[in-house]
């Protein structure tokens, strides 16, 4: 009987996970992908412009690499009999099972938050964008709201003039009120208070208005309730209040973290359910510097490669490596400020301003991409877990 690995969840973790066990087992494993949907979600750029551009059709690149795509939503897990649940009913049995289901966004536990748009997925971001447009068809002094003054948040905020212009004109977009809103009493609050300065700039640039400490009760497709305060009628109202891990890895055995991600030992396997492994959104993993790995596609693409290449050594009675992630920067996108970069998890600033929008760009067009037009064995050299492997070829 062939021995079968099982990723479930096609976003960048579930990707590489099963480009990287296809690499390590070859024919000794039939490694399967199992996802809703056979498109890679570019959620890092959700807050951009056309968001219905940003799927990647993962079939051509599935079949390059010899691993087989199943749709479906998964609903259980048999932990057992070592088998997946479909929500249509359907049973796919695993000798190993990797868990790439993500996250999602929290939305604030106030009346009326689940009708507010978000950008968490394309079609929400397609949602949002053609009520920007109606918003800016109909001309006057538009008015736009975002809840969460966080990574997405601020990228959003200071993205929307852009936007807005771009569907109805300068003029329009120069007129319209933003406004961020946050309970924290600082922007960023999860961001800390390196790049904060560089943050209150660009948002003051780009005259977003800044509600802090502000508690919201209510939230109406129009209005904003606040419990000190008039309510703000706007014309939308947008939720960025954060992520927490898919609800799919409530089906692993064992303890959570507080963002509902599996807690999981240094080689990304469940400690009470050892045929399984999680990883990406959904995993609580030390990073090997001690520290913990966060909701971010950066470590979502390392994350990814460690749990594919475990899972097929421990089915293959190979000694497992521990998942380490070496560098951590972030890159915030400021709109017509340019960008900021951090480096480290002290996250002090490197380099801000325009010169580095173009870093941003890279990063957001290129180097989250799984490059399309590379033959297969460079491909599955890219799912390697060494980073000096993973260099693209240039194009
Ligand atoms: C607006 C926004 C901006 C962001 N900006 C940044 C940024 O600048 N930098 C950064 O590093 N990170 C950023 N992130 C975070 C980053 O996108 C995530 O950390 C990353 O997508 C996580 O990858 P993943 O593979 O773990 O999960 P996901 O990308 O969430 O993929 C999970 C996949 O699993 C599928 N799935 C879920 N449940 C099931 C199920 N039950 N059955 C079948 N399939 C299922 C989903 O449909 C999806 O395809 C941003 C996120 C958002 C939303």
Redesign the pocket.
């Known amino acids: 009987m062939t021995e079968g690995i099982l990723v479930?969840?096609?976003?960048?973790?579930?990707f590489w996970a099963a480009l990287a066990a296809k690499r390590v087992a070859g024919n000794r494993a039939l490694v399967t992908l199992?996802?809703?949907?056979p498109v890679?979600?570019m959620?890092?750029r959700?807050?951009e412009a056309n968001p219905e551009q940003l799927g990647i059709d993962l079939r051509p690149l599935l079949e390059k690499a010899g691993v087989a795509f199943r749709q479906?939503?998964?609903?259980a897990i048999d932990v057992e009999r070592r088998g997946v649940i479909l929500s249509a009913g359907e049973r796919i049995g695993f000798h190993r099972l990797v868990v790439?289901?993500?996250?999602q966004?929290r939305r604030p536990p106030v009346s009326g938050a689940e009708a507010a748009f978000s950008?968490?997925t394309i079609s929400e971001a397609m949602a949002f964008d053609r009520r920007l447009q109606e918003i800016a068809q109909a001309g006057g002094n538009p008015s736009i709201a975002i809840v969460g003054a966080g990574?997405?948040g601020i990228?959003l905020a200071l993205e929307l003039r852009d936007r807005l212009a771009l569907h109805a004109g300068e003029a329009l977009a120069e007129r319209a009120r933003i406004v961020l809103l946050d309970r924290a009493d600082a922007v960023g609050p999860e961001l800390g208070s390196g790049p904060r300065a560089t943050i209150e700039a660009a948002l003051a640039a780009a005259r977003v208005e800044l509600r802090l400490s502000a508690t919201i009760t209510g939230l109406d497709p129009r209005r904003i309730t606040l419990a000190d305060g008039d309510p703000m009628d706007v014309d939308a109202v947008v939720v960025a209040t954060g992520?927490q891990a898919?609800?799919?890895a409530a089906q692993v055995p064992g303890e959570r973290d507080g963002l509902g991600r599996v807690v999981v030992d240094s080689a990304l396997r469940a400690p009470a359910a050892p045929d399984i492994f999680v990883?990406?959104?959904?995993a609580a993993a030390d990073t090997g510097n001690g520290h913990r790995a966060l909701?971010?596609?950066?470590?979502?693409l390392q994350l990814?490669r460690f749990a594919g290449e475990n899972a097929a050594r421990d089915l293959l009675g190979m000694p497992m490596v521990p998942y380490t992630q070496l560098r951590y920067v972030?890159?915030?996108d400021l709109g017509r400020s340019g960008a900021v970069l951090t480096q480290g998890w002290e996250r002090a600033v490197t380099q801000a301003g325009l010169e580095t929008k173009a870093l941003k760009q890279r990063i957001n067009r290129t180097v989250i991409y799984p490059p399309q037009d590379v033959p297969g064995d460079v491909l599955m050299a890219l799912s390697s877990i060494d980073p000096t492997q993973q260099q693209r070829p240039a194009s």
């Open positions: 479930v969840g096609g976003g960048f973790a579930g199992v996802s809703r949907e890679l979600e959620r890092p959700l807050y479906g939503e998964a609903a790439a289901t993500g996250s966004m950008i968490d990574f997405t990228e992520m898919a609800p799919f990883t990406g959104d959904s909701q971010s596609c950066q470590h979502a990814g972030t890159c915030l």
